[in-house]
């Protein structure tokens, strides 16, 4: 079991910036992939970007390729992700998750309880 605890949402007006962090516990994360995902009203939950845990490679999703960057600190077992030039469209629930494998679009396993992150105009 993997037991995912996300932090760093709010409100911040566009352009701005935000750092999301996930702080994983539970067993190792070796041989996971960490992700994170969004779901805004009356959308379809979405992968924002994710990692694989042991050597670091990263997936991004269109919609925010060159402003968000996902990272991980090995030693607090947090990913983190760090959202810049924010827009409305941005504004979600933003949930971590984690999977094994190296897969990074197949089903996730395990779930944070999201933070809620809001971008005004």
């Known amino acids: 079991q993997v037991q995912l605890v996300e932090s760093g949402g709010g409100l911040v007006q566009a352009g701005g910036s935000l750092r999301l962090s996930c702080a994983a516990s539970?067993?190792?994360?070796?041989?996971?992939?960490m992700g994170w995902f969004r779901q805004a009203p009356g959308k379809a939950r979405e992968i924002v970007a994710a990692?694989?845990?042991?050597?670091?490679?990263?997936y991004y999703g269109d919609s925010v390729k060159g402003r968000f960057t996902i990272s991980r600190a090995n030693a607090k077992s947090t990913v983190y992700l760090e959202m810049n030039s924010l827009k409305p469209e941005d504004t979600a629930i933003y949930y971590c998750?984690?999977?094994?494998?190296?897969?990074?679009?197949?089903?996730?396993?395990?779930w944070g309880q999201g933070t809620q992150v809001t971008v005004s105009s």
């Open positions: 998750a984690a999977r094994r494998g190296v897969q990074f679009l197949l089903n996730y396993d395990y």
């Open positions: 539970g067993r190792t994360l070796s041989g996971h992939i």
């Open positions: 990692i694989t845990w042991s050597s670091g490679n990263t």
